[in-house]
Antibody, heavy 114, light 106 residues
Framework: EVQLVESGGGLVKPGGSLRLSCAASGFTFSPYIMNWVRQAPGKGLEWVSSITSGSTYMYYADSVKGRFTISRDNAKNSLYLQMNSLRAEDTGIYYC???????WGQGTLVAVSS | SYELTQPSSVSVSPGQTARITCSGDVVAKKYGRWFQQKPGQAPVLVIYKDSERPSGIPERFSGSRSGTTVTLTISGAQVEDEADYYCYSAADNNLLFGGGTKLTVL
């Protein structure tokens, strides 16, 4: 069974940083593109970032470009999102999702507030 | 930039057919997917490659495409199908979600 478990969310002040992690199990992690998708409270889904299997290419939504960095460790079956210079509008649930968003984790809540 | 446009809400009575559309230029170039999201839960894939259904998804869920519009059809909608539905496509190394449609079944 595919499992994705996010962690690392929490309350942070504007301008602060957080590092999200996603632990994957139940499938072969290394060959697949992985994604982060977020959802602001009461709003729709927004793609944040994607990373290719060997970390050759990383892609970002314009709203986070230059502030967020996606990475992965295939030996640990893990995906990461380093979030710097956080803003109030970054508040929401952050989901880790497999290639094509076939499978999703349960998400981790990030709240940016003073 | 690309956009995917969905109606904000659709309402049907139990047993009726619900249709949710998703329009955008990118739909003409890439396969569409549909996700169901119930309150407090993560999204679940219900349709991929425009019309394919993952294992475990009831047969009443189907998808179709015409030009720059893909449509999710729920034939004989059940109360448990009440949820938000999002279309999705990939464009220029970005992932694109529609704004979401709240389906009410009552």
């Amino acid at each position: 069974e595919v499992q994705l478990v996010e962690s690392g969310g929490g309350l942070v002040k504007p301008g602060g940083s957080l590092r999200l992690s996603c632990a994957a199990s139940g499938f072969t992690f290394s060959p697949y593109i992985m994604n982060w998708v977020r959802q602001a409270p009461g709003k729709g889904l927004e793609w944040v970032s994607s990373i290719t299997s060997g970390s050759t290419y990383m892609y970002y939504a314009d709203s986070v470009k230059g502030r967020f960095t996606i990475s992965r460790d295939n030996a640990k079956n893990s995906l990461y999102l380093q979030m710097n210079s956080l803003r109030a509008e970054d508040t929401g649930i952050y989901y880790c999702a497999t290639e094509g968003c076939d499978y999703w984790g349960q998400g981790t809540l990030v709240a940016v507030s003073s | 930039s690309y956009e995917l446009t969905q109606p904000s809400s659709v309402s049907v009575s139990p047993g009726q057919t619900a249709r949710i559309t998703c329009s955008g230029d990118v739909v003409a170039k890439k396969y569409g997917r549909w996700f169901q999201q119930k309150p407090g839960q993560a999204p679940v894939l219900v349709i991929y490659k425009d019309s394919e259904r993952p294992s475990g998804i009831p047969e009443r869920f189907s998808g179709s495409r015409s030009g720059t519009t893909v449509t999710l059809t729920i034939s004989g909608a059940q109360v448990e199908d009440e949820a938000d539905y999002y279309c999705y496509s990939a464009a220029d190394n970005n992932l694109l979600f529609g704004g979401g449609t709240k389906l009410t079944v009552l």
